[in-house]
């Protein structure tokens, strides 16, 4: 891609600076909102939170971030662009869907049966990238695909597909979700078979496995590995993914 769109506009790689390859503004998942007993923080709220949490970024040298939050759950283009306004902070954001038992699977599974599956999420993506986000004219800058631990359901295979079409249409790259560190090798195969360039292709999460053999199929592979749950999961402590990733081969070359 000559150019990167953010969430204010086109850049170009080479004005990314240090850049954060997997945070979240904000995130809602499907039913939150059933949740009544929750307090709500108004939209004013939340943009201070995000603007003081993006100054102590900036404080540190972080010039951008990218925001994989899928369309499903949550993403806020709108609100992210208020930020990187009001802080000068470079944000990238998504098009994609999250995984069968975590995101809005129901709507697309109903959409499906009227015989248009891939093809119409295919459209979504791509028009996401480029004309933008529903009337606002945000573009995103990335596609966003998940799948559950263990397994990639058939929703989820449909929703890799359409990513595949999106990213050859438009030369978007891929970034992924996955649980546990599990099927991101499977998730790269989809993907490369369909003909995404492997190097468009960034596995997420690969830092919940400490399976050297693992990380090194999908680094042999041509893709690239997302160590970034640090701090996040305590299943897998922070000490366990320094080790995992300073073991790799890869890195003592």
């Known amino acids: 891609m000559k150019q990167i769109n953010t969430v204010t506009g086109p850049i170009s790689p080479r004005d990314l600076g240090v850049t954060l390859m997997h945070e979240h503004l904000v995130i809602g998942f499907p039913g939150w909102e059933a949740n009544t007993m929750v307090p709500r923080q108004s939209r004013e ?3 201070a939170v995000c603007v003081d949490r993006i100054g102590q970024l900036q404080d540190r040298g972080v010039k951008s971030m990218l925001d994989p939050c899928p369309n499903d ?5 709108e609100l992210a ?11 990238i954001c998504a098009t994609g869907l999250y995984h069968e038992h975590m995101g809005g699977s129901g709507y697309w599974d109903f959409r499906g049966t009227f015989g248009k599956g891939a093809a119409e999420i295919a459209e979504l993506f791509i028009t996401e990238l ?9 573009k995103a800058g990335i596609i966003k695909v998940a799948s559950t631990e263990g397994r990639i359901t058939d929703y989820e295979r449909t929703v890799l597909e359409a990513a595949a079409m999106a990213s050859i249409e ?25 003909g995404v360039p ?24 041509g893709s690239y590995l997302g160590f970034d749950r640090f701090g ?17 081969p890869a890195c003592k070359q």
Do not use: W
């Open 232 to 248: 996040l999961d305590p299943i897998t402590p922070d000490s366990q993914r320094i080790d995992a990733l300073v073991v790799s």
């Open 45 to 47: 709220e939340m943009v």
């Open 198 to 221: 492997a190097n468009r292709i960034i596995i997420g999460h690969s830092c919940g496995t400490t399976d050297t053999a693992y990380h090194m199929k999908i680094a042999g592979g």
């Open 73 to 77: 759950i949550g993403r806020d283009v």
């Open 170 to 194: 438009t030369g978007a790259p891929i970034n992924t979700h996955t649980d546990g560190g599990t099927m991101g090798d499977e998730q790269q195969r989809i993907l490369t078979n369909l």
């Open 130 to 138: 480029t004309k933008g986000v529903g009337d606002t004219g945000i």
């Open 81 to 91: 662009a208020e930020v990187a306004s009001k802080t000068g902070f470079q944000i």
